[in-house]
């Protein structure tokens, strides 16, 4: 095994991630897992898959994100990470993943704005008189 890699999505953020033999660093565009996420939440979020299946120091992770917010970007890097995992060893790590939605593409995105009305859905006051 040299490298697996695996795309992750949610909400605008896009996350690229890179899995390898090692010791289990984390590392989020050049810099540590908890210099990238200081929350404690979101960075646990983002391990939750090489936890279920007690795999988190085995691997080291090189990941590129882009787009959205925090929690939108942990969600596409722990969807990466899922399907990475499920690239290196289909038969006992998917099911396992599959049971926890890790494995689920969460497809909704914030909807357009239409022209003649204040957001996507809200429109302008109503003046009869």
Do not use: H, W
């Not at 040299?2 to 991630?17: D, F, Q």
């Not at 929350?39 to 994100?65: A, H, R, W, Y």
């Amino acid at each position: 095994m040299e490298r697996v890699n695996a795309v992750g999505r949610r909400k605008t953020a896009v996350a690229r991630v890179y899995l390898m033999k090692g010791i289990g660093n984390v590392t989020i565009n050049r810099r540590q897992l908890l210099d990238y996420f200081p929350v404690k939440e979101i960075s646990l979020m983002v391990k939750q898959p090489l936890e279920i299946l007690k795999i988190s120091d085995q691997f080291d992770l090189n990941i590129n994100v882009s787009g959205g917010g925090l929690r939108g970007q942990a969600e596409a890097i722990r969807l990466g990470i899922a399907r990475a995992l499920c690239k290196l060893d289909l038969e006992n790590n998917r099911p396992l993943l599959k049971k926890e939605g890790f494995l689920t593409r969460d497809a909704r995105i914030v909807e357009r704005k239409k022209y003649g009305r204040k957001k996507a859905r809200k429109k302008f006051q109503f003046t009869k008189r």
